[in-house]
C-alpha cells in the first residue's frame, strides 16, 4: 500500500519513522522510573490491592491498557468519566459537556463511586496533565495515602499553564512520573503554513502501560508468585481461567464496555 502523500510531504512512512524514534527512546529510557513504578504496583498486588487506572479523553486508552485486557493483570480497574452515568445515576447529558474534564468537582464523583479500597494504587495518565478532573484526582489519591504513578508528556505539560485553581499540574503530583516523549501539542509532523499531524502519546503510553505490567509481572515471578494474568476469552478455556481469577476480588474490579 502506497504512502498518503500530499503536497506539504507528510508521508506515513514519515510518522512511522519518527514514531519509531520516540518508541525506542522511550522504551529504552526511564530505566529507574519504571523500576520504581513496577515496584510500587508489585506490592499492591502482592498486598491484595488493585490496580486503579484512570485517565480522560483519549487518556482513557491507557487505563484500556491496563485494565481487563489479555495478558493484564486481574487486580484492575478503569476508572472513567462515563461512572458518573453508569454507577452514578447522572445525566448522560454531563458527558455531552466538553469542557467535562475541566471539573475538578467530577474527581470526587468519580473517586467515590469506585470500589478503590485503602491498598490500592492508581495509574494515572494525561498528555498535558493540567485539567482540573485529573489533577484533582491526583490531589485526591495522594490525600487518601494510595501510591501514584504519571503518565505525561514533559515536553506539553512544561509549556502551559495548569487550569486546576491550585496551580499545580499531575507530574507534580505523583510519585513516580513516566514521560510518554509527545512533543508539545502530541502531533509530531509539522504541516506547512501551522499546525501537525501524527499524534503519538496513545502509541507510546500504550507502551509503558505494557512495559509496567510486563515489569510487574517480571516482580511476581521472582518473588515465586503465580502472576494473575488474563488469558483471551477467544481462546478455549480462557473465559473460566480468567473468571476463576476474577472472583477473587469479587467487587473490586468493573469490567464495562
Known sequence: MSDVTGESGVTSSDFLHRVRVVVDRIG?????EKRRAADLLTTTVRNGGVIQAFGCGHSEALAMEIAGRAGGLVPTNRIALRDI??????????L????????TAIAHRLYDLAPVKPDDAFVIASNSGINGAVVEMALLV??????LVAITSAAHTAGVASRHPSGRKLGEIADVVLDNGAPYGDAILPI????AV?????ITAALLAQQLVTDVVANLLAAGITPPVYLSDNVPGGKEHNAELEARYAGRIRRTA
Request: no cysteine; glycine share 22%; charged share 25%.
Open 28 to 32: 529504552t529510557g526511564q530505566v529507574d
Open 85 to 94: 452515568v453508569l454507577y452514578g445515576g447522572d445525566s448522560l447529558d454531563t
Open 96 to 103: 455531552a459537556d466538553p469542557m467535562v474534564e475541566r471539573n
Open 142 to 147: 495522594k490525600e487518601r495515602g494510595h501510591p
Open 192 to 195: 506547512p503554513g501551522g499546525g
Open 198 to 202: 501524527g499524534a503519538v502519546s496513545s
